[in-house]
Antibody, heavy 119, light 110 residues
Framework: QVQLVQSGAEVKKPGASVKVSCRTSGNTFTNYNIHWVRQAPGQGLEWMGIINPHGGSTGYAQKFQGRVSVTRDTSTSTVYMELSSLRSEDTAVYYC????????????WGQGTLVTVSS | QSALTQPASVSGSPGQSITISCTGTSSDVGGYNHVSWYQQYPGKAPKLMIYDVSNRPSGVSSRFSASKSGSTASLTISELQAEDEADYYCNSYTSSNTYVFGTGTKVTVL
């Protein structure tokens, strides 16, 4: 059973950074890419970035280039997403997701982490 | 990368069929078969309904089907039920080695 367990809600001030963790279950951590997706209140889904846990290579949406960093710790099967220079528009639920077997499509979702940016 | 275009809302009566479109370009939907669809209830995480254009994961009702023609993908829900009322999003891989979601469609069961 695939499980993606994310860290808890965060409240940050504008200009600060936030780091969200995602611990994956099972012994297949390096086999599937992990994506990060966010959803602002009342808005749609927005793809942010991806990491290949095997080699650590990453890719980011142009909108977040230079402001987002996705890393992984293979010893704990955990992926991290750090977003810097936070502004109010970054208030959203951030989801960690994993690809579906034998596909490059997002198949499994974490429970989501609410990040609130407020002064 | 601009979001894929979906109708804001689609509605139908119980038992009817509805289709949701997802229009992109040759750089995303039209160029790759990594197109997926998600169902999302308010306050919940999305759920995978279709992957690789037309494949249903185990456990997803056969009332959900999908296809692609050119740069437009489509999700059809047949025999519409009250429980199908939710938001639906498409997603595609892109030529920039990134992914992009659709704008989302709210399905209402009348």
């Amino acid at each position: 059973q695939v499980q993606l367990v994310q860290s808890g809600a965060e409240v940050k001030k504008p200009g600060a950074s936030v780091k969200v963790s995602c611990r994956t279950s099972g012994n297949t951590f390096t086999n599937y890419n992990i994506h990060w997706v966010r959803q602002a209140p009342g808005q749609g889904l927005e793809w942010m970035g991806i990491i290949n846990p095997h080699g650590g290579s990453t890719g980011y949406a142009q909108k977040f280039q230079g402001r987002v960093s996705v890393t992984r710790d293979t010893s704990t099967s955990t992926v991290y997403m750090e977003l810097s220079s936070l502004r109010s528009e970054d208030t959203a639920v951030y989801y960690c997701t994993r690809e579906f077997p034998y596909s490059y499509c997002i198949g499994y979702w974490g429970q989501g982490t609410l990040v609130t940016v407020s002064s | 990368q601009s979001a894929l275009t979906q109708p804001a809302s689609v509605s139908g009566s119980p038992g009817q069929s509805i289709t949701i479109s997802c229009t992109g370009t040759s750089s995303d939907v039209g160029g790759y078969n990594h197109v997926s669809w998600y169902q999302q209830y308010p306050g919940k995480a999305p759920k995978l309904m279709i992957y690789d254009v037309s494949n249903r994961p185990s456990g997803v009702s056969s009332r959900f089907s999908a296809s692609k023609s050119g740069s437009t993908a489509s999700l059809t829900i047949s025999e519409l039920q009250a429980e199908d009322e939710a938001d639906y999003y498409c997603n595609s891989y892109t030529s920039s080695n990134t992914y992009v979601f659709g704008t989302g469609t709210k399905v209402t069961v009348l």
